[in-house]
């Protein structure tokens, strides 16, 4: 059964580079079925979709953080890992790392549910 | 951008009650919804896909309707497990998920 798993420092400096990376076992992430995604989520708030990325290397941000953001994969290792820059106060989250699945929708290829995720790692944002 | 609105935020409800959370998106986004249940300290668990599709191993008192803006999780029987918070998320156009309801004891 796939399963994904957060690591990465759980303290960060304002105005720092927020680093995570996400461990795929018991599946390959070069499956063409799926996508990989990051989904953040502040203490005691909602859900926030970050971002997803494809085996290929092709991204898809959420615009109000694309300017901050990026994600990359590394088939060899199955992992795929999140960059946040410039980070302060109001980033501080639990991050989760999650499959997506992919759908066609009009002909076309796209990000569908996620599914598993896992289980989130806690990012504080403070000197 | 695509906005998700939940009602009610909070529901109180006690245990054989059925239960009825509304998602509903600022534009038409067809099916392309899914339900979340999320507990305190757990990762959200995914429940319904395709607006009424019900997930394997999910209980089949869960169930999803709706198309469009419009779409509706219902609990025909709640159970002492299924006190947690409840997200929708459109996947319409990029992502974006709902502020949440939380199912609270009566």
């Known amino acids: 059964q796939l399963q994904v798993q957060e690591s990465g420092p759980g303290l960060v400096k304002p105005s720092e580079t927020l680093s995570l990376t996400c461990t795929v076992s018991g599946g390959s992430i070069s499956s063409s079925r799926y996508y990989w995604g990051w989904i953040r989520q502040p203490p005691g708030k909602g859900l926030e979709w970050i971002g997803t990325i494809y085996y290929s290397g092709s991204t898809y941000y959420n615009p109000s953080l694309k300017s901050r953001v990026t994600i990359s994969v590394d088939t060899s290792k199955n992992q795929f890992s999140l960059k946040l820059s410039s980070v302060t106060a109001a980033d501080t989250a639990v991050y989760y790392c999650?499959?997506?699945?992919?759908?066609?929708?009009?002909?076309?290829?796209?990000?569908?549910?996620?599914?598993?995720w896992g289980q989130g790692t806690l990012v504080t944002v403070s000197s | 951008d695509i906005q998700m609105t939940q009602s009610p935020s909070t529901l109180s409800a006690s245990v054989g009650d059925r239960v009825t959370i509304t998602c509903r998106a600022s534009?038409?986004?067809?099916?392309?919804l899914a339900w979340y249940q999320q507990k305190p300290g757990k990762a959200p668990k995914l429940l319904i896909y395709?607006?009424?599709s019900l997930e394997s191993g999910v209980p089949s008192r869960f169930s999803g309707s709706g198309s469009g803006t419009q779409f509706t999780l219902t609990i025909s029987s709640l159970q002492p497990d299924d006190f947690a918070t409840y997200y929708c998320q459109q996947f319409y156009s990029y992502s974006t998920f709902g502020q949440g309801t939380k199912v609270e004891i009566k």
């Open positions: 999650a499959r997506r699945m992919g759908i066609t929708i009009f002909g076309v290829v796209a990000e569908g549910w996620f599914d598993p």
């Open positions: 395709k607006a009424s």
């Open positions: 534009q038409s986004i067809s099916s392309w």
